[in-house]
């Protein structure tokens, strides 16, 4: 049986993000899924992809983008989760925050890119700058697809901004790495730093490629994800 591909978006994209790497996966035999990452605290978005999890039959092979790396290191760990794939994604460890992880080293710009919008209950939602989203965010994405992408960003809660992660899945399930050069949100320092301390299975580094890998480099992604799921 194939591996099912659930795949969990980041911060300030949403799921059809995806959508040039599921093609490739649907055209390589795999059922995949993209459910939409709530993106409002790191334990209850990481309670609703395990809520999917549970549905699925037969093996997983979990995917996340960059925020969405920190969702599924904390989902709940189950036998049919085979493989984490870590694309352009965090890997927390455990009392780690984004925030810990993104200043780690330097070359982390798109930070100083976002505004809040408060909120009632107090905490408020990250997006970024229209205006700076196609430089710091998918430089090597065409014009009026980033402009089409900056509107429908999904923002990013302080509450799973700021949340530590839990014990995380990558102690227990294999990982694999595949991370941008050219990233502005997270430097690729942390990436080899995170693959490393994860032991992962295999690293890739894609030359010239900005943080939104999916979108920019969807052939590279699903050839990733293609082959770590021929290996599980």
Known sequence: MNPTIVLIHGAFAESASWNGVISRLQAAGHRAVAPGNPLRSLSSDAESVSDLLATIDGP????????????????TVTENVKALVYVAALAPDKGETTPDLLGKFAGATLGEHLYEVPRSDGTADV??????????????????????????????????LNAASAEPAWKTIPSWFISPMRDLAIPLETFRFMADRANAQETVEIA???HAL??????????FILRVAAAV
Do not use: K, M, W
């Open 208 to 210: 010239g490629a900005s």
């Open 214 to 223: 999916p979108v920019s480099q969807p052939q590279a992604v699903a050839d």
């Open 127 to 160: 997006y970024v700058l229209r205006e700076s989203y196609h430089e710091q965010f998918c430089a090597d994405v065409p014009a009026e697809q980033a402009a089409l992408d900056a509107a429908a960003q999904r923002p990013f809660n302080t509450s799973a």
């Open 60 to 75: 997983v092979v979990l995917v996340g983008h960059s925020y969405g790396g920190a969702v599924i290191s904390n989902v």
